[in-house]
C-alpha cells in the first residue's frame, strides 16, 4: 500500500514549502536591507570617513523649517536662509514671506520679519558685512490655458512738472470705447521734467525763453477688469485715469502696450534692502530703477554692486538696463548696458573686469547672450572666449573662480539645454585669464550629465561638488547622490562621500566658518520615477565633513588671538601654539548662494611669516582681488586640515 500522509504531515509540508516559497520572494528585499545596514557601517567606519569624509543631518524645529532659495553667510558666523514665498502661491497670496537665520556654532534658528517677496531675488555682500538684498516676487506665472483676463504693460505718463502723482494699487484705466483695465501694483510717476529753451525767428533775432516739459513715465502691469478675450488688444490707445479730476485728469493718462491672454512670466520687484547681521533685520533702501526677478548682484572692485538681468514688472526679460548699488549713498545708477540671461555668474577678474562663463539659471533666448566672455565695464565691450565643448548646455551649470584666485582661472561644471530640455551634459573645462587669448581646456567629467550642481570652494584649495539631477528639476527621479573633491593642480577628481538627500532646483551649498559644508532645500517637479506624484520642497538640511576633520580633528591648526582689521601695511598678526605645522593661509569670502550661481565666493593665497609663538598674514593690495568686505582666514597644515576660521575685515 502506498505510503498516505497524515492531515498533520500534510500540514507540515506546506508550512515548510510555504517559509520556502516566502523566502525565495523577499530574498531581494532581505538582500537590500542588509546591504544597506553593511553600507551604513561601511560609512560609519574611522577610515571610511577619513578617506571620505562623513555626512550628518541637523535637526531643524518644525517651525523653522522653510523652503530655502537663498542661503548667505553672514561675518556674525550665521547663516541667512531666504525663502520669500519659497515658490508657494497660496503663501504669497497671503502676504507670508519667511527667513530664517541659523547659527551653525550653536545650532539655534531665528525667525526674522521679511518685508517683501524675495523669492529669486539677488544678493551681494557689502564692504561693512552687511548684505544687499533686491528684486524678488511681484507676481506668480500663469501658465498657457491658466489665464482668465488679458493682461500687459500700461505706460502710465504725468505732464505735470510740479506733482508727482501717486496711483495705488487697484487703479482702474479706461479706454475711449469704455474697457477697463486694472492696475496690479502701487505705483508713483515722477513729476515731470520741465527745461527752458531758446528759439530764434527767421531774422536770426532771439526770442523769448520757453518752457518744455518732458512727461515722466512708469510703467505698471494690468488686467481686465473683465475675464475672457474681449479685453485683448494689439493697438496702443490713451486711457484715463478713473477717479481723477481737474489737471490731474488732463496730466496724467495711460497708455497701453500689448495686452493679450497669453502665459504670463513671473514679474520682479524694484525693492531693495541691507540686511544688518547685527541688528539681525532689514533696513530699506532706494529701490532700484528696473524691478528684477532672478537678478545677478556682483559685487565691484570699489565695493559698489551691478545688479544685471531679470524678468521686470511685466514679465518680459531685462534688454540690458543695468545699474549699480553705491553703498556710501544707499542709491542705484545707470550702469554699462549688455544683456545677459537671468542669474547670470559674473565673476570680478583683473583689472575689474567680469568674466561671464555662460552660466546662467534660465530665462532668456537660446541664441542670445548664452556665449561666455569677458566684459570689460568701462569700456562696454565684450571679448568673446571659445573652446566651451557643449555650448548650448550650460543653463544651470555651476561654475567658480578656481582657487587660489590669483591664478585666475574660472571653471564650468556641468549644464543642460536651455528651457525644460531632458539634455544635461558632464562636461568641464576650466579657462586661464592671465593668457592673452584665453580659452577654454577640457577638465574631467562628471560621473554623468549633471544640472545644479553645488560647487563651494574649500580651504585647501580643493572644490567640493555634490548633488544635482541629470534631467530637469530631478524628473524621473534623476537626483544624483554623489559627491567628488577637484584638485586644480592636478586637474582631476576624487571621489568624495555620497550625501543622502537629493537637491535639485532651488538648492545650495556654502562654507561654514567650521570647515564643513551646510546644504539646504531642492524643488523637484515630481517625487516618483513615473512622474505622477507632485514634488514637494526638501527642508532637510546635510552638513558634510571633510576628511581632514576626520583624521586630524584633535590636533587641527588653531589661531588665537588677533585683530579684526588689517594694519596700514595689509598685515594681521595671530597667536598660535604651533607655528611650525601652519603651512598656508587663504582669506575666503563668504557665501550668497541661489540657483546654483555663487558669484561671491573666493579664496585669495596670502603672504605667510612665522613667529616663535605666532603668524602673520599679509593681503594683496589689488582691490580686483580681494574687494573689500568680511573674509574667513583660514589656516592650513601640510595635511590640508583647516582651522577654524577668524573674520577679518579688509577696507
Not at 157 to 163: C, F, G, I, M, Q
Amino acid at each position: 500500500m502506498a505510503y498516505q500522509p497524515s492531515q498533520k504531515t500534510k500540514k507540515t509540508v506546506l508550512g515548510i514549502g510555504g517559509i520556502a516559497l516566502l523566502a525565495g520572494l523577499n530574498a531581494p528585499a532581505a538582500l537590500d536591507l542588509a546591504g544597506e545596514k553593511y553600507h551604513a557601517y561601511r560609512i560609519s567606519r574611522p577610515e571610511y570617513q577619513a578617506k571620505y569624509g562623513s555626512w550628518s543631518r541637523i535637526d531643524i524645529p518644525e517651525k523653522y523649517r522653510t523652503n530655502a532659495i537663498h542661503a548667505a553667510l553672514l561675518h556674525t558666523g550665521k547663516v541667512l536662509i531666504v525663502a520669500g514665498s519659497g515658490n508657494e502661491v497660496k503663501k504669497f497670496d497671503e502676504g507670508s514671506f519667511d527667513t530664517i537665520l541659523w547659527d551653525p556654532k550653536a545650532n539655534t534658528f531665528k525667525k526674522i520679519p521679511t518685508p517683501d517677496d524675495f523669492f529669486c531675488s539677488g544678493h551681494a555682500q557689502l564692504p561693512d558685512g552687511r548684505l544687499l538684498v533686491a528684486g524678488g516676487t511681484a507676481r506668480y506665472e500663469l501658465l498657457d490655458g491658466e489665464t482668465q483676463r488679458a493682461g500687459g504693460g500700461m505706460r502710465v505718463k504725468n505732464e505735470n512738472p510740479d506733482k508727482a502723482m501717486f496711483l495705488k494699487k487697484g487703479t482702474r484705466f479706461r479706454s475711449p470705447a469704455g474697457v477697463e483695465y486694472v492696475s496690479r501694483f502701487d505705483v508713483t510717476v515722477p513729476k515731470a521734467k520741465r527745461a527752458q529753451k531758446v528759439t530764434y525767428n527767421r531774422a536770426g533775432v532771439m526770442q523769448p525763453w520757453q518752457t518744455q516739459v518732458t512727461a515722466s513715465e512708469v510703467r505698471v502691469f494690468v488686467e481686465a477688469a473683465e475675464k475672457g478675450p474681449m479685453s485683448v488688444t494689439e493697438t496702443q490707445a490713451q486711457y484715463e485715469v478713473v477717479g481723477l479730476k481737474g489737471k490731474d485728469n488732463d496730466n496724467t493718462y495711460g497708455l497701453s502696450e500689448k495686452i493679450t491672454m497669453d502665459k504670463q512670466d513671473f514679474q520682479g520687484i524694484r525693492a531693495a534692502y541691507e540686511f544688518d547681521p547685527t541688528a539681525e533685520r532689514y533696513v530699506p533702501v532706494a529701490p532700484m530703477d528696473k524691478a528684477r526677478w532672478y537678478p545677478t548682484l556682483v559685487g565691484l572692485d570699489d565695493g559698489r554692486v551691478l545688479a544685471v538681468s531679470g524678468l521686470d514688472d511685466v514679465g518680459v526679460i531685462d534688454p540690458g538696463d543695468n545699474e549699480i548699488y553705491d553703498p556710501k549713498t544707499k542709491k542705484w545708477t545707470r550702469g554699462p548696458k549688455r544683456y545677459f540671461p537671468t542669474y547670470p555668474a559674473l565673476f570680478l577678474t583683473k583689472g575689474g573686469k567680469l568674466f561671464y562663463p555662460a552660466s546662467n539659471a534660465g530665462y532668456g533666448p537660446a541664441d542670445r547672450g548664452r556665449e561666455p566672455g569677458l566684459w570689460d565695464l568701462k569700456t562696454n565691450t565684450f571679448k568673446k572666449v571659445t573652446g566651451l565643448r557643449d555650448p548650448d548646455e550650460t543653463e544651470t551649470s555651476a561654475s567658480l573662480l578656481l582657487p587660489p584666485a590669483q591664478d585666475q582661472k574660472v571653471m564650468i561644471l556641468g549644464g543642460g539645454g536651455v528651457g525644460e530640455s531632458r539634455r544635461s551634459t558632464p562636461r568641464t573645462a576650466v579657462v586661464d585669464l592671465k593668457k592673452d587669448n584665453p580659452v577654454f581646456e577640457e577638465g574631467p567629467s562628471l560621473p554623468q550629465g549633471t544640472r545644479y550642481l553645488n560647487s563651494v570652494i574649500m580651504p585647501d584649495d580643493t572644490v567640493f561638488t555634490s548633488n544635482g539631477s541629470e534631467d530637469y528639476r530631478g524628473r524621473s527621479a534623476s537626483n544624483i547622490l554623489k559627491a567628488q573633491f577637484y584638485d586644480p593642480k592636478g586637474n582631476v577628481f576624487r571621489e568624495a562621500a555620497a550625501p543622502t538627500v537629493g537637491r535639485n532646483y532651488h538648492s545650495e551649498g556654502l562654507l561654514l566658518p567650521d570647515g564643513r559644508v551646510a546644504t539646504f532645500g531642492s524643488d523637484p517637479l515630481f517625487d516618483d520615477q513615473q512622474n505622477t506624484k507632485l514634488g514637494h520642497f526638501e527642508q532637510r538640511m546635510e552638513i558634510f565633513t571633510p576628511p581632514a576633520l576626520h583624521r586630524n580633528a584633535t590636533i587641527r591648526p588653531a589661531l588665537e588671538d588677533g585683530p579684526r582689521l588689517l594694519d596700514p601695511h595689509r598685515r594681521a598678526t595671530y597667536r598660535t601654539g604651533h607655528p611650525e605645522r601652519i603651512v598656508k593661509a587663504r582669506l575666503m569670502r563668504p557665501s550668497a548662494v541661489t540657483h546654483t550661481t555663487d558669484v561671491e565666493q573666493r579664496s585669495i593665497e596670502l603672504g605667510l611669516t612665522k613667529g616663535a609663538d605666532s603668524v602673520t598674514v599679509e593681503v594683496p593690495k589689488d582691490r580686483a582681488l580681494v574687494p573689500p568686505g568680511w573674509y574667513m582666514l583660514f589656516v592650513t597644515d601640510a595635511d590640508g586640515t583647516p582651522s577654524e576660521a577668524k573674520w577679518l575685515q579688509v577696507k
